[in-house]
């Protein structure tokens, strides 16, 4: 039973660029999370997904980011226009229905230069 | 606003020692505290709490409750050098989908 995996591991974007990333849960998983964690900071609640849905964006920036987990293939993180600000490892992380235990992914680590 | 604070930020150890990672929180409608461990990668989950003073072990790791102090410690005993990575801990409420994480205390075993 393949892990969480995420893809790219790493990215390097020009600022005003649009970034995306991709986060394939656990086999039987439907609940997707993604995080965010700046250096020297903890992880940051962004955005709770599930299948179709968002049920928690209050995480998230208003502005340019945007997340979603279609019925089927990967949830996606979208950062459009992206500024230095955003360069940072995001995760995203699974659990099966009516679980608080998550699985993290690897992270994508974004780089904005 | 709701927060997690976990101390010390880090840590230095020789192997065998034994050590007591903490967190605190103040999380509106607390419903569990959650431990992971985080290499060079993803946090992996070591435990979750949701009842206090029951603790739970695994291997050489333990970790306990207390409600009432809003705080949970994690102890890890004859330390090996492979347990060197950062200690999060998460909080979660019951009206939010939100886990609370603290910033984490990095913990260094030397041999």
């Known amino acids: 039973n393949a892990g969480v995996m995420q893809n790219p591991r790493h990215l390097v974007r020009r600022r005003g660029q649009e970034a995306r990333l991709r986060c394939s849960p656990m086999?039987?998983?439907?609940?997707v999370y993604w995080y965010r964690q700046l250096p020297e900071e903890g992880l940051k609640f962004m955005v709770y997904l599930q299948k179709e849905n968002i049920i928690d964006e209050s995480g998230m920036p208003k502005e340019r980011f945007s997340a979603e987990f279609p019925k089927e293939g990967p949830s996606i993180l979208r950062i459009q226009q992206v500024v230095r600000g955003d360069s940072a490892a995001y995760f995203c992380?699974?659990?099966?229905?009516?679980?608080?235990?998550?699985?993290f992914g690897p992270g994508t680590r974004l780089t904005v230069t | 606003e709701d927060k997690v604070v976990q101390s010390p930020l880090s840590l230095v150890v020789h192997e065998g020692d034994t050590v007591t990672l903490n967190c605190s929180y103040e999380v509106t409608n607390f419903r569990s505290l959650l431990w992971y461990k985080q290499e060079k990668k993803a946090p992996t989950f070591l435990f979750m709490l949701?009842?206090?003073?029951i603790e739970k072990k695994s291997g050489r790791l333990s970790s306990i409750l207390d409600k009432k102090e809003l705080f949970s410690i994690l102890n890890i005993t004859a330390t090996q050098t492979g347990d060197s990575a950062v200690y999060l801990c998460?909080?979660?409420?019951?009206?939010?989908?939100?886990?609370?994480f603290g910033t984490g205390t990095s913990l260094t075993v030397i041999p």
């Open positions: 998460a909080s979660i409420s019951n009206t939010g989908n939100q886990f609370y």
């Open positions: 992380a699974s659990s099966p229905n009516g679980a608080y235990e998550q699985y």
């Open positions: 949701t009842s206090s003073g």
């Open positions: 086999k039987g998983h439907s609940h």
